[in-house]
C-alpha cells in the first residue's frame, strides 16, 4: 500500500493540495498551502506512521486558527475512514 501512496505523493502538485481543501470548504493563503504542501510532501511517512503530534503543533503555530481546525478535522476524519488500509 505504501507503494502507492509513495506514487501519489510524488506526483502531487500545490493545486492538487488547494483543490482538495476548496472542494472541503478550505481557504488557505498563499503561504498555508505552501506549508501543507512541504509538509505533505516531506513528512507523508510520518503521518502515515502516526508520528504526527510536532507536525500538529507546528500547523497549529503556522494556519490561522480557524484553517488549523478545519484541516485537523478533515485530517482526523480520513485518518478514522483509512486507517484499516495504512
Excluded at 16 to 23: S, V
Excluded at 39 to 61: C, S, W
Amino acid at each position: 500500500m505504501n507503494y502507492f501512496i509513495e506514487k501519489y505523493i510524488n506526483n502531487l502538485t500545490i493545486n492538487n493540495i488547494n483543490d482538495f481543501a476548496k472542494k472541503n470548504n478550505i481557504f488557505l493563503t498563499e503561504k498555508e498551502l505552501n506549508l501543507l504542501y512541504h509538509i505533505t510532501k516531506n513528512n507523508y511517512l510520518d503521518i502515515l506512521n502516526g508520528h504526527d503530534e510536532q507536525i500538529k503543533v507546528f500547523l497549529k503555530a503556522n494556519l490561522s486558527k480557524k484553517n488549523y481546525e478545519l484541516i485537523i478535522n478533515l485530517y482526523n476524519e480520513y485518518k478514522k475512514k483509512y486507517q484499516n488500509y495504512l
